[in-house]
């Protein structure tokens, strides 16, 4: 005779109509349809392929367990311990996974870890979330994915508030500031030189000539060290100081010189803690969710 087993997700305990319990001691030794108990620490052991050839009938769409997992994609169908997903039972992602499940009203179709930043976790009707075991990683990701998008195409953010992070290297600001200093001197007159070194009358005054030659080269000395730190000191703010004070290029001319560069750590830090993290990554509706266990997510489809 074959035995017919079926399962209920809602009844426990052995039995069978017109049969006692006493005769239905081991599973699948009479006729009959039976509830197999969640409990039994066999069928918790055993995976959804395995409990059907046992002839345990379970709901493919049905959750044997309440685990948020669908039976035909629960590893272990009868223990709300165990999911498919990869992650170790009592991990973080498990657990944030199972929370996502919960407040988000879906089924968990597929979690993936992605190279330990965040588990990419999609539900049976499309859905994507990109799930952080807390706020500072996901802060941490976005502002990594805020500079990547800045050193690969910097046009795609606001001109006006990139500008503010244009920066040049220090050892360019030495080398532009010295020959700036060398070109100013060399187009000055030598009276011009002695009035900005205040030493006009010194240098009328004296008679001797290798004297005079001696007080024209310490002003112009003086005079160059004065102009290298003018510049040194104005180049920290270049857009300002060459566009503005200067008037040698425009805002979109200073962009494409090769000596300028956008300091992207800077820019990244400030663009995700002016518009928030869930702007860079929830890319479906800019909102966060937080869940019960300090893990934070962002859908993005």
């Given amino acids: 005779m074959t035995t017919t087993v079926k399962f209920s997700d809602k009844g426990s305990g052995w039995h069978k109509e017109g049969t006692r319990h006493s005769r239905a001691k081991k599973f699948g030794t009479a006729g009959g349809q039976y509830h197999v108990p969640t409990r039994s620490k ?27 997992v669908k039976n ?25 996974i199972k929370e996502l499940a919960v407040d988000q009203k879906g089924e968990v179709k597929e979690a993936k870890d992605r190279d330990g930043d965040y588990v990419n976790v999609e539900m049976d009707d499309g859905r994507e979330y990109m799930v952080f075991e807390n706020y500072d990683d996901a802060e ?6 805020v500079k990547e998008d800045l050193d690969d195409d910097p046009s795609m953010f606001t001109q006006d508030w990139l500008q503010q992070f244009i920066t040049i290297s220090d050892t360019d600001k030495r080398i532009m500031a010295s020959e700036e200093a060398d070109n100013q001197i060399e ?10 070194a205040n030493v006009s009358d010194e240098y009328d005054g004296e008679e001797d000539d290798d ?24 180049l920290e703010d270049p857009v300002s100081f060459l566009c503005d004070d200067q ?22 830090k400030d663009a995700v803690n002016t518009d928030g993290v869930a702007h860079f990554l929830a890319r479906y509706d800019g909102d966060q969710i937080e869940l019960p266990g300090g893990a934070v997510a962002y859908r993005t489809n």
Avoid at 44 to 68: C, E, F, I, M, P
Avoid at 140 to 145: D, L, N, P, S
């Fill in 42 to 68: 066999k069928l918790r052991k055993l995976t959804y392929s395995q409990l059907k050839k046992k002839g345990v009938k379970l709901s493919a769409n049905g959750d044997a367990d309440h685990d948020g």
């Fill in 72 to 96: 035909r994609r629960d590893c272990r169908p009868f223990n709300p311990k165990k999911q498919d997903y990869g992650f170790d039972d009592d991990s973080w992602e498990s657990k944030s």
């Fill in 140 to 145: 941490r990701y976005a502002i990594e994915r």
């Fill in 187 to 196: 187009n000055m007159d030598d009276d011009d030189i002695l009035r900005r």
């Fill in 211 to 234: 004297k005079k030659e001696k007080i024209l080269e310490e002003a112009k000395d003086s005079v160059r060290e004065e102009i290298e730190k003018e510049w040194e000191d104005g």
């Fill in 247 to 268: 008037g040698l290029y425009s805002r979109e001319e200073l962009l494409k010189q090769n000596f300028v560069f956008i300091d992207t750590d800077e820019a990244s």
